[in-house]
Structure formats: C-alpha cells, structure tokens
C-alpha cells in the first residue's frame, strides 16, 4: 500500500473509490470520488488493488479519474451472473477466495478492476452468496429459499408502512368524519390488514406482535398512542365512542361457537322431550307442591335460586333451591369447556356477557316460574326461634309459583306472613354470625345502565332492605350448609376461607359510612382451596359458593360435587378440584376488572355531565400533597389537592365542585 493506490471502503451500505494520499502509522488519507478527504485504517477497506493514480494531478482531475473508475467498475457489473455462478458452485459449500471467484466471472485477464466489480456485485446482492471482502460462500437451496421469503416479507413491510401511513393521513384530513372509508383510495381486504395492525398496536402496545410494524406506519403518519389511535379508530368505524376496550385487551368470549350452539339446542329439545323422566330419578324428590318464590333484581333473566317457607307449627322448613345446571352441563363436554374459560357471567351497565348460552342460562336452567325443573334443594328446619335445628339436602323437581323483585317484597315486608318469616329467619342467622365474629360491611350500591334509549340511568340501592337482607342471608346460609354437607362426605370442592380482619373499627353491624368504607380495605384476601377452613369474614366454620351456578363456574363444581352424593356423577377428586381453582385464576380476575372498570367507566361518562356541580364528600385520609375523598352520592374516590382548602381529618363532609372528567382516560378531579 503507498501513496496513489486507488481503493474502495463502505459508508453507509454504499461503495466509495478513493485514493490514498498519505500514510500515517497504518492510518490512511484518503480523497473520494465525492471530494471529500477521509481518514481510515487499512482494515477499513473493502477492496484495494495496484491501479495508482498521479497524485502530482489535480484535485479535480482526480476525481475525475476516480469516477471514470468507478464508471468502469459499474459497467463489468452487469457482466456477472450471480445466481448461474450459485447453480454451478453450490453444491460445494465452501469458501472461495476472491480470486478465483473473479477468475470464475472473468476468465481472461481479470485486473483490479474486475475484482472490484465482483465485490460490488455480491455486496449488493446476498441471496446466493455469503459475503466478505475478500471471499464467499455459495448459500443452500434451503437458506435461498429463506433469503427469498425474508426479502418479500421486509418488501410486504415496507409496502404496509408507506401505504398504511399514507392512508391514516388521509383518514386524518378526511372532511366527512361519518363517511372516510368512501374516500379512502384501498381495497378491503388492504384497509383490514391495517386496520387490525393499528387495532393490535393500540390494545397491546410493546407485546403487539405487529408493534414494529404498526408503530412506524403511525409515526410516518404523524399519529401518536394513546387517544389519537382511538379517534381513527372510532373515525373508520371499527369501533364506537364508548367502546369496550377490556373486552379485546382480555380477549373475553362474547358469543357463542356453532358447535356450542348446536349441542344446546339438542339439549333444550331433549329436556323438554323428556322432561317428566327426570321425576322418576329415584334420587330427585317431587316439591313440585311447594310454594317456591324467585326474588330478585328487575332486569334479572336468569333466575338460578328460589325460596320456600312452610309453618309446620311446631317448626319452620325453609328451603334454598338451586337450578342443577349439572343436569345439563356435564363434566369435560363442550359447554363445560367454554364455561370453565369464560370462569363467569359478567354483568355490565351496558351489556351482559353470559358463562352459557341464553337458550340454557335464561331458559332451561332458569328457575321461570310454572316450568318444572331439576334442583338442588337446602331443607332447613328451624324451631319458632328461627334457630336451626336441622337440614338435609337432596335433588329435587320445583316449580317456582311467584317471581318476585326485591321492591316486590320491600312493598309487602310487613304485610305477608311468608316475606315477615324469612325476614325474621335472616334476622336471626346474621346475628348468630356476628356473634361468631362476622364482619358485616353495609354499604349502598350505586347501579347504573343504559335504558331502551341509550340514556344512563343511575339509582343509589340500600342493600339492608328486607327483601335484599333476606335473600342474601339465606344464601350465605345454604352455602354453609353445603359446605358442611360436602365436608360431612369428606368430598374436596371449592371452598372459600378467609383469615380475621387486619383491624376492627366498630362492633357488630353498628359502622359508620365512613367505618364500612374503611373496614373494607382492612379485610384479608380470601382464600380458595379444595379443604374447609373458617371464613371470619362471614363467621362461619365452612363456606362454598355453589348457589349461582348458571353464572360461575366455581358454583357449578360445587353443585357437582353435592350431585356426586346421589350417583348423579363421578366426584372431583383433591388434585383435580385444585387444578380448576388455578385454571379460573386467569378468567376470574379478567371478570373482576371488566366489571369494575366498565361500570367506572360509564359512572365517570355520567358525571361528565355534571362538571361544574356541587357535591359532598367525606375526607377519607390525606396523602403527601392530597386528601383521599369519597363522592358520597356516587360512591367514588377522587383526589382533592392539599393546597385547595382548609386542613381536614378524616370523616370530615365538605362541599366540593367536579372540575374535570374524562371516562376513556379514567380521569376525575374535583376542588374546593
């Protein structure tokens, strides 16, 4: 190497000639052919050769004479066959040495000109060739084919990113913002690939699997993350204002297979078909007589329990009958399967999504009234304390003869002699468990939904009416009992425990709002096992909750196990029970949080409405630079900044203005 030699280095994937005009200690200076002085070390250079230059020349001229190489070198470029060399050399899968390849491409004579012309072709073309300044590789059929599919696949991406970008501005400048997708100059099937990339990109974010791809079409679009991505979205229709998004983030099911659809039609008309056969179950009773009463919400369609009340006169008999949802859906089947996924019915202000399809959960399972249909039914005698004496638990046939609404029996409460037993019965069951340590936590229900029009419609619900008190006290008592039922047989089964409260803030039943706001947050994790432990929570020694099967899961394998008692099934063994509390963690807490979160959302969208409005809260606690408070009407936390007001304590009531609300943001700020 000296003074003069021309050579070629690479800058930013290109091939630079240039010349050498000095040597420094193995560090070169060099003029290229773009007229600009570089300096290299000689391990730099992609190619040198003996061709030299007059370095006496000038500037210009040197330049001149480089690009005339250059110009030269391009030129025998196209001389070369790249993929007719790779057919005959393939086969032998070694390293060939720039010399020879060159003597391969030009067999008479080959200079440094041609050598450079051989390296400029494989350098930009690595399909057949593995490539290093001075030697190749022929690659395999298999690894072409891979190069082949690689290249179509970044052009495919690179094709996404320019087109999709391109089509995301238009939907941005589009005029009618009720119509873009006439306006927009692609065919469906394209504007569905982006749509479902930017759809994915906005749910998932980095764990997208289109998050590369979709982030640069929305930066070459100018569109941010976050709200923007929304607006286009509910802009080309895919989805509305109001949009569901947990249901996509959580991949919740909402309809129903064929394959599912189908089977439950044949269940339905096999039910009805054979409907007096299951009558003649020698293990299933007839209480067909009985006078049993559904009590529930207005809008409720899937009725799963039913009470009775008998004054025997010497004695009660309550009974707790629960629709045997284990008749219709049988262990490892397809409905079995979807349910166990699904872990829940979820109930939304402005949608249901149920655990089974409607034709079972709203019909055949539903406890309708004058329809016969298979239960489990809780018989509990209690003497005129309304202590309980005894109970038994049996399959049974019912036919509930009142469907009643909680105002139904609010209105009655001290009226009818049935509605005033049960209410006496529950009285004395709470009190028995707060004796034994319950931790009763009254709080109002804030319920809100959306009417026949689309209007919210929002209502504050005291859960210690009679008709509420009732019905959720005999529940938690039939839950007991089969609790001790299944322990009794020694059967393993969903049990819930709970260890005692972090703290105590008041006696019995006697809290404040406040307290019961409070007592709540100092209650322990419930437990799940497939062994009895003691709830404290409720007070009770052993707690199942197998009295909603047609809407949990976890009810249905209880209901299974109490069924397993009278040859109705095979029992749950321990490992197998265990292993479905772990298969409905995942489920469980995606049903937790839609709900919650979707009820927020539309409580936030009401108040939306209300900016600008007075309204109490009572200080909960203060944090750093900020109170914790509590909407009391809508029984909502919300921040209140320190700085904003007088100095306060907790369970201090003030007046507060609702500032700024934002429901797709889950934002609520409120001031003095």
């Known amino acids: 190497m000296e ?46 050769c003996n061709i030299c230059l007059d370095l006496s020349m000038s500037r210009d001229r040197l330049i001149e004479s480089l690009k005339d190489i250059v110009n030269t070198r391009n030129t025998l470029t196209s001389q070369i066959d790249i993929r007719e060399l790779w057919e005959v050399l393939n086969t032998e ?3 060939i040495d720039l010399a020879t390849m060159t003597e391969f491409c030009f067999p008479d004579n080959p200079s440094g000109d041609h050598e450079s012309a051989v390296v400029r072709t494989f350098f930009f073309d690595r399909l057949y060739f593995k490539f290093s300044p001075d030697r190749f590789f022929p690659n395999s059929e298999e690894r072409v084919e891979q190069i082949e599919a690689e290249v179509r696949e970044a052009a495919r991406k690179s094709r996404i990113i320019e087109e999709g970008s ?12 009720s119509s873009p997708r006439d306006k927009i100059p692609l065919e469906s099937d394209q504007k569905s690939e982006f749509t479902e990339i930017i759809k994915s990109v906005y749910l998932f974010e980095k764990e997208s699997r289109h998050y590369a791809l979709g982030k640069a079409m929305l930066d070459k679009a100018g569109i941010k993350l976050g709200d923007t991505l929304f607006q286009v979205l509910v802009k080309l229709d895919v989805w509305n204002q109001d949009e569901n998004i947990d249901l996509y983030h959580y991949e919740v099911p909402i309809s129903f297979s064929d394959a599912i659809t189908g089977h439950t039609a044949e269940l339905v008309e096999g039910f009805r078909r054979d409907i007096m056969q299951i009558s003649r179950e020698n293990s299933r009773r007839d209480l067909t007589d ?13 009725f799963d329990d039913a009470l009775s009340i008998e004054d025997k006169g010497d004695h009660f008999c309550l009974g707790v009958h629960i629709a045997d949802v284990g008749h219709f859906v049988r262990k490892g089947d397809i409905l079995d399967r979807e349910a166990i996924v699904r872990g829940s019915s979820i109930y939304m202000p402005d949608q249901k999504i149920p655990m089974l399809p409607p034709s079972l959960s709203e019909d055949i399972c539903s406890l309708k009234v004058g329809e016969l249909r298979p239960a489990i039914s809780t018989m509990v005698k209690l003497n005129l304390s309304f202590e309980i004496i005894d109970y038994e638990i049996f399959p049974s046939l019912i036919s509930v003869k009142q469907q009643l609404t909680y105002h139904d029996v609010n209105m009655v409460a001290e009226e009818d002699k049935d509605i005033i037993i049960l209410h006496n019965i529950a009285k004395k069951f709470r009190q028995k468990r707060l004796s034994d340590g319950a931790v009763q936590i009254s709080l109002p229900d804030i319920n809100i939904w959306l009417d026949e029009n689309g209007e919210l419609v929002i209502n504050r619900t005291i859960r210690e009416t009679p008709g509420r008190m009732l019905v959720s006290e005999a529940m938690i008592m039939a839950n007991w009992l089969m609790a001790e039922f299944l322990a009794k047989h020694g059967l393993s089964a969903i049990y819930r425990s709970q260890p005692g409260p972090k703290d105590r803030l008041y006696k019995e039943d006697e809290g404040t709002l406040f307290q019961n706001w409070m007592q709540r947050r100092l209650l322990s994790r419930f437990v799940l096992n497939y062994n009895p432990e003691r709830h404290s929570g409720l007070g009770l020694n052993a707690y199942v909750t197998a009295t909603s099967p047609i809407r949990k899961y976890s009810d249905l394998i209880t209901q299974r196990q109490i069924r397993s008692v009278f040859g109705l099934e095979s029992p749950s063994s321990p490992e197998e029970v265990e292993h479905t509390i772990h298969l409905l963690e995942q489920p469980m807490s995606y049903v937790s949080r839609v709900q919650f979160r979707r009820k927020r959302y539309w409580m936030l969208k009401y108040l939306e409405g209300r900016i600008g409005k007075k309204e109490d809260v009572i200080i909960l606690n203060k944090r750093r630079n900020e109170y914790v408070a509590l909407l009391m009407e809508y029984m909502l936390e919300c921040m209140l900044p320190l700085s904003a007001g007088p100095n306060l304590k907790p369970e201090d009531i003030v007046q507060v203005t609702i500032q700024h609300v934002n429901a797709r943001k889950d934002t609520l700020s409120v001031y003095f």
Do not use: F
């Open 166 to 177: 391109n089509w995301l501005r238009h939907i941005l400048n589009a005029d009618d913002m």
């Open 3 to 48: 003074p003069g030699n021309v050579v070629e280095y690479i800058d930013r994937q290109k091939i630079i000639c240039a010349v050498v005009l000095e040597i420094k200690k193995q560090r070169l200076r060099l003029l290229s052919e773009n007229n600009r002085e570089v300096k290299l070390s000689e391990g730099r250079l992609s190619h040198k």
């Open 93 to 95: 899968q070694e390293w």
């Open 290 to 302: 009985l006078p049993l009463m559904t009590i529930d919400g207005q809008s409720t369609l899937d």
